[in-house]
Structure formats: structure tokens, C-alpha cells
């Protein structure tokens, strides 16, 4: 699916998990380049996390008197929801899934993601349904690569991380340390950063000197936290607003663990707009 608006180009592939190939503004990525060797969304640009984000510890979680177990998607982890191993319908600039219990999530949604392409921004729309017949957790979010070069600079003012065991579990929420530390603006660097991070007040800010351009996000409620990605040696990175922490599923007695717990018919619905304009 191609959408463009001006000079900006939008191209989706629903049937490759619902992902984002790429979004470009005059011939230059915003998101990472588009891959000819993807071969699954994870390969792609941006990808969706329905109906929760990140990993779940030991792949269990209980829920309604029940104990789930849950496939290893990315070996040894259970991540990212089902949405994005499943084919989705393309219908007029939206995407659109229509998910059946199976072994990757015990219970039926619909998952929605609506695209408004302008030349200079992007708003992508998000939505989860309970089409199940039982009131069950839900969360929504994104899964954006950014192009990055060496000069590449960031602004995200978040206030805690949720610090993660060896097998990147969260075990507790504390300060930020210095490393973590982005809430001045300043250069990506050689970071190695892989965690979720909370108290959040949704925006965002990434600036390519080298182009003379940034890009300011926002993400409305309930997208109050994101996980923040930075491999190394790589022409990108992920910036991924999302209403779960990290395990959410395994923490429902914890205020601030994000799940929405959705009644048949119920739906849960988050913005995200990303404005690419002169710096």
C-alpha cells in the first residue's frame, strides 16, 4: 500500500504483520530505510505491539484464574504481542486485524492502525477492541526505527527507567542514571540502551543537524510509557511509545503497570503524531 501527501510517501505492508516499510519526506527516511531483505515486520520500519509490549517474564502470565504460557517469538522471549505475526487487511489508509485465539494470545481483538499522511507529518491512529466473550488486558503501541547518523540528537523528557535483571525483566523503577539521562537535549552517541522508561509526558524530540530538521513527537494517553532502544554501530534506532511497561502482564496489581482491562465491546485508543520540520 503506497499513501503520499506532497513529498512525503508512506508505504505499508498489512500483509507482513501490520508494519510500516517505510516513511520518507523528499526522498530521505524518517523512519530507517526500507529493507529489500526483510523478511517479517521486525525487518521493517515501524511494526505494531497489540495487545502488549515487550517481554514477559518466564512467558507466563495468570489472568482470570488461569495460567497462560506463551511461544518463545524471539528466542528466549515472549515479546511484542501477537499483531505482529499476522497477516492484516489493507482498507483506505488504515490497517486492519481481525485476531482468533491461538498459542500466541488466549483471547480475540481487533487491532486497528489509521494512517493521515501530510507532507511534513505523520499521525498514526491506534485502536484495540475485546471481540472476546470475557473481560481481558489489553495495551497498544508502536514499534518505530528512526533513521540516526553520527549527529543525531535527542530530547526525551522521561523521569524513571525500570531497571532489568539479566534476562531484561524489569526488576524495580529508579532515577535515571546519567547514561540513561536525555532529558537535555543531547547526542545519541554510542549509548547502549535497551529498557523501558515511565513517567513520561508523551513527547519526544529527534534532531539531524546534518540535515537541518527535527522531529517532534507526541504521544497522547494512554501511551505514558516508551521503550528506548539505541543497538550499536546501526543507521537507527527505536523510540516506541507504548501503554504497557515492560512485563505489565505478570504486575496487574501495580498502578502504574498499564494494561486496561477491556469488557466485550470495549476499546482502547492512543495517538501518535510525529511533525518533521526545519531545526
Not at 515486520?41 to 517481554?55: I, Q, T, V
Not at 472476546?132 to 495495551?139: E, G, L
Not at 554510542?190 to 546534518?210: M, T, V
Request: proline share 9%; charged share 20%.
Amino acid at each position: 500500500m503506497r499513501i503520499t501527501a506532497g513529498d512525503a510517501e508512506l508505504i505499508l505492508a498489512p500483509e507482513t504483520g501490520g508494519a510500516v516499510v517505510s516513511w520518507t519526506i523528499a526522498g530521505q527516511p524518517i523512519f530507517r530505510a526500507a529493507n529489500p531483505q526483510a523478511q517479517g515486520s521486525r525487518d521493517h520500519a515501524c511494526y505494531p505491539l497489540f495487545p502488549f509490549s515487550n517481554r514477559i517474564a518466564h512467558r507466563r502470565f495468570s489472568w482470570d484464574g488461569e495460567t497462560y504460557e506463551l511461544p518463545a517469538l524471539i528466542a528466549p522471549w515472549a515479546i511484542h504481542g501477537a499483531a505482529w505475526k499476522r497477516a492484516w487487511r489493507g482498507e483506505c489508509r488504515a490497517m486492519i486485524l481481525d485476531y482468533e485465539p491461538s498459542e500466541l494470545w488466549p483471547f480475540a481483538f481487533r487491532a486497528e492502525q489509521h494512517f493521515d499522511l501530510r507532507p511534513d507529518r505523520l499521525t498514526m491512529a491506534l485502536c484495540i477492541t475485546n471481540t472476546d466473550s470475557k473481560p481481558v488486558p489489553c495495551a497498544i503501541g508502536i514499534h518505530p526505527f528512526f533513521w540516526r547518523d553520527e549527529a543525531t540528537l535527542l530530547h526525551l523528557p522521561v523521569q524513571s527507567v525500570w531497571v532489568p535483571d539479566a534476562d531484561k525483566i524489569p526488576t524495580h523503577k529508579a532515577p535515571l542514571p546519567t547514561e540513561f539521562d536525555f532529558r537535555t537535549e543531547r547526542a545519541l552517541g554510542q549509548a547502549d540502551i535497551d529498557h523501558c522508561f515511565s513517567d513520561w509526558d508523551g513527547h519526544a524530540e529527534i534532531i539531524w543537524p546534518s540535515r537541518g530538521q527535527k522531529l517532534s513527537l507526541t504521544a497522547s494517553a494512554p501511551l505514558h510509557h516508551v521503550v528506548f532502544y539505541t543497538p550499536r554501530n546501526r543507521p537507527f534506532f527505536a523510540l516506541e511509545p507504548v501503554s504497557n511497561r515492560n512485563d505489565a502482564l505478570n504486575h496487574m496489581d501495580e498502578a502504574d503497570n498499564g494494561m486496561v482491562v477491556l469488557a466485550p465491546g470495549e476499546s482502547l485508543r492512543g495517538t501518535v503524531e510525529m511533525v518533521v520540520s526545519p531545526v
